[in-house]
């Protein structure tokens, strides 16, 4: 489902209308921005909603009548380029400091750039104290997937896990792992708390097996 969601034209200019509006929409809106009809949008949502890549809260109207369900894009967009001369350069000043810190420090700002990680974001998404485990490695998924790591998410008693078959640092990741894997790791804990805070544990395990690395996440115990 989470690669699928991003095949047809059509439901990634969706995506892309939300992540332009910078503000939760409802789908007459997205209709208007994106020249579809609104069963279409309404259509498109529910999957970019299974897919991990929208969230949907409802919102009073401010009068009689039911509230009105509004969506917002809960997954960043990745970002092309190949600056791997920079990447090497940063990645090599952060170990000469406390650089796995600062790295998963930086991973939970980029998605949470202004309210910190995880500050106030699941009430805005739909997201909170019920989300489930399965929940949260469908957004974690599709963050990877937008990112290009090609996850694959495999079975494992108490919890989800994600295998990511293609880094796209991985040169600078097997020279600088704290620093590189520190920035997905802040990036994979910020997005799990982003729908949930505090409900899960996440971690991530570099190189499991050649090429591969592991993402992890479990529900908190009490």
């Not at 909603?49 to 109207?61: D, L, T």
């Not at 520190?182 to 799990?192: D, E, K, S």
Request: aromatic share 4%.
């Amino acid at each position: 489902m989470t690669y699928g969601a991003l095949a047809v034209a059509s439901r990634r200019r969706v995506l892309e209308a939300l992540r332009e509006a910078g503000a939760a929409q409802d789908a007459t809106a997205l209709a208007q921005a994106t020249g579809l009809h609104p069963n279409t949008v309404r259509f498109h949502l529910k999957v970019l909603i299974e897919a991990g890549y929208v969230g949907q809260a409802s919102v009073s109207r401010g009068g009689p009548g039911r509230p009105q369900a509004v969506y917002a894009c809960v997954a960043p967009a990745a970002q092309a380029g190949g600056y791997a001369l920079l990447a090497e350069v940063l990645a090599g000043q952060l170990d000469d400091t406390d650089g796995a810190a600062l790295a998963q420090r930086a991973g939970r700002r980029w998605l949470h750039p202004t309210t910190g990680p995880g500050a106030g974001t699941a009430a805005a998404t739909g997201g909170g104290a019920t989300a489930t485990l399965d929940e949260a490695a469908v957004r974690a998924t599709a963050l990877f997937t937008e990112l290009g790591f090609d996850p694959v998410r495999t079975a494992q008693d108490g919890a989800a896990r994600i295998e990511l078959h293609a880094c796209p640092f991985l040169d600078v990741a097997r020279r600088h792992p704290d620093v590189v894997c520190g920035v997905h790791l802040g990036l994979l804990r910020g997005t799990v708390d982003g729908l949930a805070p505090q409900a899960f544990d996440a971690e991530l395990h570099p190189f499991v097996r050649p090429g591969v690395c592991a993402a992890e996440i479990r529900r908190r115990e009490p």
